[in-house]
């Protein structure tokens, strides 16, 4: 077992050896309980001590040139291709992830996000000329300033993709940051700041916050200068209430219920495909997981049939010790909740196609069978309810339109998908999905989210994540005027004022902004 701490105090040294505080937090291999790694915990204080030292450090860091920035989030991103081997370990272990997963579905999107904005960054923050079009005497540049310290509050579905996109983008927007990721995936973020640090970015610039809700109150409180949620509408709200109680602006990017659409005239095999995938990769637990299907009912039983087949060929294990397609789930009681949801999908008129039990293996984790219910109703909770487990919902809609009224129900999330053959169609049915990414004939929305701009609408919070847009939400956009000749000592539009200026300004008015024509333009100069 080993000792982790992210902060001066208190430290693994500062305890005998094999002593554990009552707070810390012991990691376990889901499969097995072999314990993992023991946790230091921080309290409020050392929270808001980490949020001075990450301001500290910040001050350094905004001095350096996007470019030398960039150097450093590439060679992180590279830093951890080279300890692919070890931090894949620690997703299967620890995250219950296959290895393929972690690779091509954790660390890729990362790594690639990372690089993609260190090439485009120097164009994206470049300053802006502006040539006002009132004051023509004027000039001016819009300079795109670092906020100061970025907190980003991330889940444990989302354990590095996600949140080391926005890393990267705040620190190469010049940046501190203080991360603070869910209790149940702590191991990658620790062992990402470590791979961060030994590659030299200074150790105050990038801190994992670890405790519970009080300290990321106290980062908030102490004055942190941009808050990013990734997670429930729950956690979001909780935090958008409490900055905008210590006037911190937020940004939100919450999960739903995140549909698939098949259409009567999808690609069977290649939906159901999809659809398996979507639904049963990571044990159905990624933001962007395909949390139900609603499928045209002319396709449907051939659709469903092939689902099944392709659902029951699937391998369930210990993804570090077996050549498996799914491991558990990451909470130790969700096999029990989603049995109990399954049953009660059944009672309401859903038919149980496969799985619905429960395995145990031992271990942290939680085991369930990949499980696929034919014509879930509407008020099921599997219809509504976000279930982070492999449980397929697929449900059955009449028609086109029908399905997507289906999906319109107040409840989807970010993402959504929909297999048609038309591009016309597939354009039509994105324009009555409220999704802020649509993927058409694909799934796994996250891993393709990078490049464009994505609506962070949440709770109390909108904007956008990602893209040139993203990247500059990290900043202060900071407007700097200045004049183009000599004015003079007196301004014609500072008092004191006279009738004659008044009538001025109004016949100029009149003449700029009135009516058009030259004739009507004229006139109103008398």
Known sequence: MEMLSDSPTPSPSSRP???????????????????????????????????????????????????????????????????ADAMSEVLQRAQGMCRFDAIVRELLPCVDAGQWYASEAPAMLADLAIEPHLRGHRRGEVRFVPRGVVAVFSPWN?????????????????????????????????????????????????????????VGDAIIDGGVDL????????????????????????????????????????????????????????????????ERAIVHASVADALSRRVIELAASLRVGDPWREAVDMGPSRHHSRATYLRVVTEEAVRLGATLGLGGELLHQGGEGSWFTPTVLLGVPESARLAREIVHGPVLPLMIATSNAHALALAE????????????ESAERASAMADGLR?????????????????????????????????????????????????????????????????????????????????????????DLF
């Open 17 to 83: 050896p094999g002593a554990r505080a009552a707070d810390d937090i012991e990691v376990a291999d889901l499969c097995t309980g072999e314990a993992l790694a023991t946790v230091v915990t921080h309290t409020a204080d050392e929270a808001r001590s980490l949020l001075r030292s990450a301001a500290a450090a910040q001050q350094a860091w905004s001095q350096e040139n996007v470019g030398a920035r960039a150097a450093m989030v590439r060679r992180v991103t590279e830093a951890i291709v080279q300890q």
């Open 158 to 214: 989302a354990p590095l993709a996600e949140p080391l996109t926005l890393i990267f983008e705040a620190l190469l927007a010049g940046n501190a940051v203080v991360w603070k990721p869910s209790s149940l995936a702590l191991l990658p973020a620790l062992r990402a700041r470590e791979i961060a640090v030994r590659e030299g970015l200074p150790a105050d610039l990038l801190a994992v916050l670890v405790g519970e809700r009080d």
């Open 227 to 290: 808050a990013i949620t990734l997670g429930s509408k729950e956690s979001a709200r909780r935090v958008a209430a409490r900055c905008a109680r210590a006037s911190v602006p937020s940004l939100s990017s919450v999960a739903g219920k995140t549909t698939l659409i098949a259409c009567d005239d999808c690609d069977i095999e290649r939906a159901a495909r999809a659809i398996v995938a979507g639904r049963f990769v990571h044990a159905g637990q990624r933001r962007d997981s395909v």
């Open 409 to 420: 129900d107040g409840v989807g999330g970010p993402f959504a998908y929909v297999f048609t």
């Open 435 to 523: 999704a802020s990414v649509v993927l058409h004939d694909d799934v796994f929305a996250a891993e393709v989210a990078v490049d464009a701009p994505m609506d962070a609408a949440g709770p109390g919070a909108a904007g956008t994540l990602h893209g040139a847009d993203g990247l500059s939400r990290m900043c202060r956009a900071q407007h700097r005027s200045v004049p183009s000749l000599a004015l003079p000592a007196r301004d014609p539009a500072w008092p004191p004022y006279s009738p004659l200026r008044e009538q001025v300004a109004i016949r100029a008015l009149r003449t700029v902004f009135g009516r058009h024509g030259v004739v009507g333009r004229l006139a």
